[in-house]
């Protein structure tokens, strides 16, 4: 499967995860992110990386899935592990998202939708990842 998870770079970036290679995807509280990290997450799902709260928000890179869920502290709460695939040269604004009409489907840009983690359809992840490449 295919997802993007959102992140602010001011907290934590696709920088940061390449610098550290990998790290744990903790701190979701939201039940129905919880459950997809939780439940439907596999080792090897790729990740679309998406800057959240930032100027502009997008997806800047990749990511995979290299542990599956596992309880938090408080085993109310689940995290995967998640390790860097790639930055892209070109960081992927979500403006140029929505302007896009092959991914008019995406949670992404559903008005409301602001789930930090979510199911993303192969061909769109595809065709994000060829934005991204430039």
Same mark, same amino acid.
């Not at 610098?19 to 997809?36: H, Y």
């Not at 489907?105 to 192969?122: A, E, H, N």
């Given at each position: !499967?295919?997802?993007? !998870?959102? =992140? ?5 970036? #696709? $920088?940061?995860? &390449? *610098?550290?290679? &990998? ?10 992110? %919880?459950?997809?990290? %939780? ?15 930032? @100027? ?7 990511? %995979?899935?290299?542990? /599956?869920?596992?309880? /938090? ?5 689940? !995290?995967?592990?998640? /390790?860097?695939? /790639? ?8 403006? @140029?998202? +929505?302007?896009?009409?092959?991914? *008019? ?7 409301? !939708?602001?789930? =930090?983690?979510?199911?993303? $359809? +192969? &061909?769109?992840?595809? #065709? #994000? %990842?060829?934005?991204? *490449?430039?």
């Amino acid at each position: !499967m295919f997802w993007l !998870m959102k =992140s602010e770079p001011g907290v934590y970036s #696709i $920088d940061d995860l &390449k *610098k550290d290679g &990998k790290t744990c995807w903790d701190g979701v509280r939201n039940f129905q992110a %919880r459950n997809f990290m %939780r439940d439907k997450m596999k080792r090897g799902d790729l990740v679309l990386f998406y800057h959240s709260n930032a @100027e502009p928000p997008g997806v800047a890179g990749v990511a %995979r899935v290299c542990r /599956e869920g596992y309880p /938090e502290k408080n085993p109310l709460w689940s !995290m995967v592990d998640v /390790e860097f695939v /790639e930055k892209f040269p070109h960081f992927v604004p979500l403006e @140029e998202i +929505k302007a896009h009409p092959k991914l *008019k489907g995406m949670l992404v840009v559903k008005r409301g !939708m602001r789930l =930090s983690v979510q199911p993303v $359809d +192969k &061909k769109h992840f595809e #065709i #994000i %990842r060829k934005l991204g *490449k430039g």
